[in-house]
């Protein structure tokens, strides 16, 4: 191994007072717009479009999270220049908390499974639902469904999940994951910034040996996070796939804001010795986790579509079927796997596309963007949950992820303002800096 290439001390410094203002700015601003797009609309629309949006930047924050575990994990040396742009996107993870706060104040609007509106009219009329010879309320919105067949169904399943999917024992488990993230994010942060300090190998190991057995528990609770705030959408409906789609969408998303970081760094004089090798590696990443998430997805298509199970391929059908002559969701289950695996597949595969920045990084825009019409298309078609809606993408789904979008840069920016951009002490350095792709 060379060792030619040395560290530009200069182009990973602190940034401090630079980025201090601007972060809070961003912050604030992006807080506000966020939520207050909540309000520009009917308040149902606005909660979904807003979880869209959570679940989106979410996924970016625990890609981050695993990302940084991976890299100890493997003993990875290539990517300690880029880690620290990493770790800023997982330490967004104590951002994403405060934004729960929305959805954590409005469980029974958001998930028909905790609408209980029409429990009363039920218990009134004498309309209970039996199982196992108990007498039961119904709620989750089934008051209005004509299909007996159906309503049976959903009543049964309501009554079969009632201990999972009841408020209380959700809201421990919200409080469960985010113990687990956040607990892991600034273990790692807090290390790897007093490295920088101190320089001691023995934090490296640490870290390494903390990320495998900590690598577990970070699974269940994102796959469980998935079931809970966006499978659990549709109640009547699993997938023991759901949680890795959500994971694969994660770790495209966040190599693809990796490279868009680094780009726009380098851009504004920082990240100096990130280098055309750095990011041709982050190109592939990205690539092989696009592919990854095209397996995933169909894996869970075809098992669903191949029994035929009436209560399995709804999930599908409503995102495929047109009622009365109305466009339904049909345009977009076209479009997903079009600009999610099909075209950036054929783009990426090109070596000189991931060793170019630029094409590199507008590869890295798109995915981001087919990312965020992914998200759209598994959470809005459940916003009249157990009725089905049309697409009815507006100014107010713009304004709450673009709002949203600020405070994560906005988070981003001032997790890194008073460290340095790369860590400098860490002990596979010098491989990183002169590390080659062959």
Same mark, same amino acid.
């Given at each position: 191994?060379?060792?030619?290439?040395?560290?530009d001390?200069?182009?990973?410094? &602190?940034?401090?007072?630079?980025?201090?203002?601007?972060?809070?700015?961003? $912050?604030?601003?992006?807080?506000?717009?966020?939520?207050?797009?909540i309000?520009?609309?009917?308040?149902?629309?606005?909660?979904h479009?807003?979880?869209?949006?959570?679940?989106?930047?979410?996924?970016? &924050?625990?890609?981050?999270? +695993?990302?940084?575990?991976?890299? #100890?994990?493997?003993?990875?040396?290539?990517?300690? *220049?880029?880690?620290? $742009?990493?770790?800023?996107?997982m330490?967004?993870?104590?951002?994403?908390? !405060?934004?729960?706060a929305?959805?954590?104040?409005? !469980?029974?609007?958001?998930?028909?499974?905790?609408?209980?509106?029409d429990?009363?009219?039920?218990?009134?009329?004498?309309?209970?639902?039996? &199982?196992?010879?108990?007498?039961?309320?119904? /709620?989750?919105?089934?008051?209005?469904?004509?299909?007996?067949?159906?309503?049976?169904?959903?009543?049964?399943?309501?009554?079969?999940?009632?201990?999972?999917?009841?408020?209380?024992?959700?809201?421990?488990?919200v409080?469960?994951?985010f113990?687990v993230?956040?607990?892991?994010?600034?273990?790692?942060?807090?290390?790897? *910034?007093?490295?920088?300090?101190?320089?001691e190998?023995?934090t490296?190991?640490?870290?390494?040996?903390?990320?495998?057995?900590?690598?577990?528990?970070?699974a269940?609770?994102?796959?469980?996070?998935?079931?809970?705030?966006?499978?659990?959408?549709?109640?009547?409906?699993?997938?023991?796939?759901?949680?890795?789609?959500?994971?694969?969408s /994660?770790f495209?998303?966040?190599?693809?804001?990796?490279?868009?970081?680094?780009?726009?760094?380098?851009?504004k004089?920082y990240m100096?010795?990130?280098?055309?090798? #750095?990011?041709?590696?982050?190109?592939?990443?990205?690539?092989?986790?696009?592919?990854?998430?095209?397996?995933?997805?169909?894996?869970?298509?075809?098992?669903?579509?191949?029994?035929?199970?009436?209560e399995?391929?709804?999930w599908?059908?409503?995102?495929?079927?047109q009622?009365? /002559?109305v466009?339904?969701?049909?345009n977009?289950?076209?479009?997903?796997?079009?600009?999610?695996?099909?075209l @950036?597949?054929?783009?990426?595969?090109?070596?000189?596309?991931?060793?170019?920045?630029?094409?590199?990084?507008?590869?890295?825009?798109w995915?981001l963007? &087919?990312?965020?019409? #992914? +998200?759209?298309w *598994?959470?809005?078609?459940?916003?009249?949950?157990? +009725?089905?809606?049309? @697409?009815s993408f507006?100014?107010?789904?713009?304004?709450? !992820?673009?709002?949203?979008?600020?405070?994560?840069?906005?988070?981003?920016?001032?997790?890194?303002?008073?460290?340095?951009?790369? @860590?400098?002490?860490d @002990?596979? $350095?010098?491989?990183? $800096?002169?590390?080659?792709?062959?």
């Amino acid at each position: 191994m060379a060792h030619g290439n040395k560290l530009d001390i200069e182009s990973v410094k &602190a940034p401090g007072a630079k980025w201090g203002g601007l972060s809070i700015g961003l $912050l604030v601003i992006g807080i506000a717009v966020s939520i207050g797009g909540i309000f520009m609309g009917e308040k149902a629309q606005g909660l979904h479009s807003y979880l869209t949006a959570y679940m989106y930047f979410l996924s970016i &924050a625990l890609g981050g999270l +695993f990302f940084v575990m991976l890299q #100890h994990l493997t003993r990875a040396g290539w990517s300690v *220049v880029i880690r620290r $742009l990493a770790e800023g996107f997982m330490k967004n993870l104590i951002l994403m908390l !405060v934004l729960f706060a929305p959805i954590f104040m409005n !469980v029974s609007t958001i998930f028909a499974w905790a609408d209980h509106g029409d429990a009363a009219a039920h218990e009134a009329s004498g309309d209970i639902a039996h &199982a196992g010879g108990e007498h039961h309320v119904v /709620g989750g919105r089934t008051s209005g469904v004509e299909d007996e067949k159906l309503k049976k169904h959903l009543e049964h399943v309501l009554h079969v999940k009632g201990g999972y999917l009841s408020e209380g024992f959700f809201k421990i488990r919200v409080g469960i994951y985010f113990l687990v993230w956040i607990g892991l994010a600034l273990f790692m942060f807090k290390n790897s *910034v007093a490295q920088d300090s101190h320089g001691e190998s023995a934090t490296t190991i640490k870290m390494g040996k903390i990320s495998a057995g900590a690598m577990p528990f970070f699974a269940l609770s994102l796959t469980f996070a998935a079931f809970d705030w966006m499978m659990s959408l549709d109640y009547a409906w699993f997938s023991t796939i759901f949680g890795v789609i959500y994971f694969a969408s /994660g770790f495209v998303g966040v190599m693809a804001s990796l490279i868009i970081a680094s780009f726009l760094l380098q851009k504004k004089g920082y990240m100096k010795n990130v280098t055309v090798e #750095h990011f041709h590696d982050m190109g592939k990443f990205m690539f092989a986790f696009i592919i990854f998430w095209a397996y995933v997805s169909f894996s869970q298509f075809i098992l669903i579509r191949y029994p035929n199970i009436p209560e399995e391929t709804i999930w599908y059908l409503h995102r495929w079927e047109q009622e009365g /002559g109305v466009t339904g969701w049909k345009n977009w289950s076209i479009v997903v796997p079009v600009i999610h695996f099909i075209l @950036p597949f054929l783009l990426l595969m090109s070596r000189h596309v991931k060793r170019n920045k630029v094409t590199c990084t507008i590869m890295a825009c798109w995915m981001l963007v &087919a990312s965020y019409i #992914h +998200f759209y298309w *598994v959470i809005m078609p459940t916003l009249k949950f157990p +009725f089905m809606n049309t @697409p009815s993408f507006s100014f107010q789904d713009v304004v709450i !992820v673009v709002g949203m979008g600020l405070a994560f840069v906005g988070g981003f920016l001032f997790n890194l303002k008073n460290v340095n951009l790369v @860590p400098v002490k860490d @002990p596979r $350095l010098d491989e990183s $800096l002169n590390f080659t792709n062959y």
